[in-house]
């Protein structure tokens, strides 16, 4: 199927909306209260936030619903901590997290992690947001329990079962222009088309099932309307899910598909009459089997098995505008199919002794093999952790966690003992204190060992002789709940310090200043404090908050006049309120970002020349929907994207990292509307 018939979609929704009986798109409100909000990502069972020994923030499936967000990317943007960095070359996007780039985020989909293939993580814009129930940010370290790439923190998308109904259909189209273009269905702007469905038979068993299109023509262009500032990019997300559920076991299998095509179209060439174009194809399969068991009433066994293929076709051609015919180049990486492949298995058990006292043990094994032109031999990384902690409540408002990995890598030598302590000390009824100590722990994946990845644009080498970073990091936490006839509250303070040994980051390489290497950071640090509130005034909600980020200055070690580190605010508000009569939910969204510092060589990687402070300039994001009931079954939504109209912002940083110079920074193609139809039949 290469795409949706939209208007034939489009009538039978509107006719459905007049047949049948459902709920409504609308939920009563978002606001939920705290103490009803369970999370899964590292805890021994499902349980509330207010009862989690971590620091979880909870992104529900309708504050994503809300915002009319196409992607996982557009509801991260106004969090605090977040940022985003835009490589227009290539048409991705990554994200880093308290301070800390995404090589050191993991991306859990359901507990399980996704693969990407460099060390940006794009995987978040390749998930399909329809299919989300919650998501999960935790910060800080979560090596103990998740293994390598979760210095930083980990991300954990939770998708929707088939629910309590017997049957649902969902659906949703939605029309966004791209700035000022738009045309409709296509050509022109950003269309997004996408139905899922459940059914769950007499007996235990479940079935689910989805399929969403995006297609985003670029914007901007030359003259000639091929050079695009922001690549066209087109999408299908499909997912599977096959169930079993009994009173004491819950098993199901679950396959999500991803294929992606970006085109880059090049400029014209009057002389010849010719262009240089290319297409980066990503096509990826996760399969992947979990099991929740319970095996009497004292210990529980929950499995995990994974299987991930992932393959990347870069194909360049060169367009001949006077017989209309691609001939291909052969140009270096011009013709390329790197392939990279994941096999993992986990599996964890809590025993519960009595009130007072709980074991997690657990194992863990990881397999991951590369090959393609540009990856240097058939390389194979495998990983086997055992990993254990305990739950101590000497006390009712006492809970102490102690913990540890021991990790088999078949390529470095990992720590002998990977170690965390968490500690959640009840101060009063209404409050908490938390504490947690950890170590943390990530080897090199193979795309930074063995992945050179040269084009007309890039030239990066990875570099086999990399070392695996280690940290150590402390967060204090307190937390206080209020509970009232008509409102709720609660109000968060928290402040983290990471010490980070040997760190990859890029560098210009020593041999070649016209190519960019990997190689290990001897020192880095990350510090910061954070402030959130969270407010629920019957159908409204307000969340804001405050960060203060600092971020390591290497040079001060050689200038002790220069600061030990870079520090950058943002402030962030999220507002939901629904209006009864006449049935409207509005959403606004709002994050300031401050200017990021960063310190640089005067003349290339000569100290002696001085150092002077660059930066990436400030700037205010903010979205506002309106989301109205029509039928019992239909709903309309409009708004407004980037109300600031933000592009591109000024930067000075130049050579930091694999992609970055100095000059313009992309953020978005500007302010956009969009406006969405959504129909939700359940029986």
């Not at 227009?88 to 990407?116: A, C, E, F, W």
């Not at 079935?207 to 995006?214: C, K």
């Not at 290990?520 to 990350?526: E, I, R």
């Not at 200038?559 to 950058?568: H, I, T, V």
């Given at each position: ?96 997290l308290m301070g800390m780039s995404g090589r050191s985020i993991k991306i ?99 079935l689910s099932g989805g399929i969403s299109h995006i297609q985003f023509n ?403 994001w903010a979205d506002f929907s309106v989301t109205k009931k029509l039928w ?52």
């Amino acid at each position: 199927m290469k795409r949706f018939k939209k208007y034939h979609l489009v009538i039978c929704l509107l006719f459905a909306a007049f047949n049948g009986d459902g709920q409504t798109m609308i939920s009563d409100t978002v606001a939920h209260a705290l103490d009803e909000v369970v999370i899964t990502t590292g805890q021994y069972t499902p349980q509330s936030l207010r009862r989690s020994l971590y620091n979880v923030r909870v992104i529900s499936a309708a504050q994503i619903q809300a915002r009319g967000a196409v992607n996982i990317l557009q509801v991260l943007n106004t969090q605090l901590g977040v940022r985003l960095s835009n490589d227009n070359t290539l048409g991705v996007t990554d994200i880093q997290l308290m301070g800390m780039s995404g090589r050191s985020i993991k991306i859990l989909l359901d507990g399980v992690p996704v693969m990407d293939r460099n060390d940006t993580r794009e995987s978040l814009s390749q998930i399909d947001v329809q299919t989300i129930e919650r998501i999960e940010i935790v910060e800080g370290p979560m090596s103990v329990t998740y293994g390598s790439d979760a210095l930083a923190g980990v991300i954990n998308i939770i998708t929707k079962d088939a629910g309590m109904a017997q049957y649902s259909v969902q659906a949703r189209v939605q029309e966004e222009t791209a700035g000022k273009e738009y045309y409709p269905f296509g050509y022109k702007g950003l269309h997004q088309q996408s139905v899922n469905g459940s059914y769950k038979f007499r007996r235990p068993f479940t079935l689910s099932g989805g399929i969403s299109h995006i297609q985003f023509n670029g914007f901007g262009g030359d003259d000639y309307g091929r050079e695009k500032a922001w690549l066209p990019k087109e999408q299908y997300l499909g997912h599977i899910r096959a169930g079993y559920r009994t009173e004491k076991n819950n098993i199901y299998y679950r396959l999500d598909v991803l294929d992606e095509t970006i085109t880059k179209k090049g400029a014209l060439n009057l002389s010849i009459r010719k262009a240089f174009d290319q297409l980066y194809q990503t096509r990826r399969y996760m399969h992947q089997v979990q099991d929740q068991w319970t095996l009497g009433h004292r210990f529980n066994l929950a499995t995990f098995l994974s299987y991930t293929n992932y393959q990347r076709r870069t194909k360049s051609s060169s367009h001949n505008f006077e017989t209309g015919e691609d001939a291909l180049t052969a140009g270096a990486g011009e013709q390329d199919l790197a392939k990279f492949n994941t096999l993992f298995f986990r599996t964890q058990g809590v025993y519960t002794f009595n009130k007072k006292f709980s074991v997690q043990p657990g194992i863990e094994i990881s397999r991951d093999n590369a090959s393609g032109n540009r990856i240097k031999g058939d390389p194979l990384i495998a990983d086997y952790a055992f990993f254990a902690s305990a739950e101590y409540k000497p006390a009712d408002r006492i809970n102490i966690r102690p913990g540890f990995r021991v990790i088999k890598n078949s390529i470095y030598d990992a720590p002998p003992v990977v170690p965390a302590l968490h500690i959640k000390l009840g101060v009063s009824s209404t409050s908490d204190l938390w504490f947690s100590y950890a170590q943390g722990y990530r080897a090199p994946a193979l795309r930074e060992l063995y992945f050179d990845f040269v084009d007309a644009n890039h030239t990066i080498y990875g570099n086999p002789g990399l070392k695996a970073e280690t940290s150590q990091s402390l967060n204090v936490s307190w937390n206080t709940f209020l509970n009232r006839s008509g409102w709720k509250t609660s109000f968060s303070f928290s402040a983290f310090y990471n010490v980070f040994d040997d760190l990859i980051d890029y560098a210009t390489d020593p041999n070649n200043n016209t190519a960019t290497i990997l190689f290990n950071v001897s020192k880095f640090k990350t510090t910061g404090i954070l402030l959130q509130h969270n407010l629920i005034i019957k159908q409204l909600q307000l969340d804001w908050g405050l960060s203060y980020i600092g971020r390591y200055n290497r040079f001060q070690e050689n200038d002790q006049e220069l600061p030990a580190f870079n520090w950058s605010p943002e402030a962030n508000a999220n507002l939901y309120y629904n209006i009864t009569k006449p049935a409207l939910q509005l959403a606004l969204a709002y994050k300031f970002t401050d200017a990021r510092k960063q310190y640089q060589l005067k003349n290339g990687s000569d100290i002696s020349e001085g150092v002077r402070l660059t930066k990436m300039a400030a700037f205010h994001w903010a979205d506002f929907s309106v989301t109205k009931k029509l039928w019992s079954l239909l709903s309309v939504q409009a708004g407004v994207k980037n109300i600031f109209d933000i592009s591109n912002i000024n930067n000075t940083i130049g050579g930091d990292g694999a992609h970055s110079s100095s000059g313009p920074v992309p953020i978005s193609y500007g302010r956009s509307f969009f406006i969405g139809l959504n129909y939700h039949f359940h029986k």
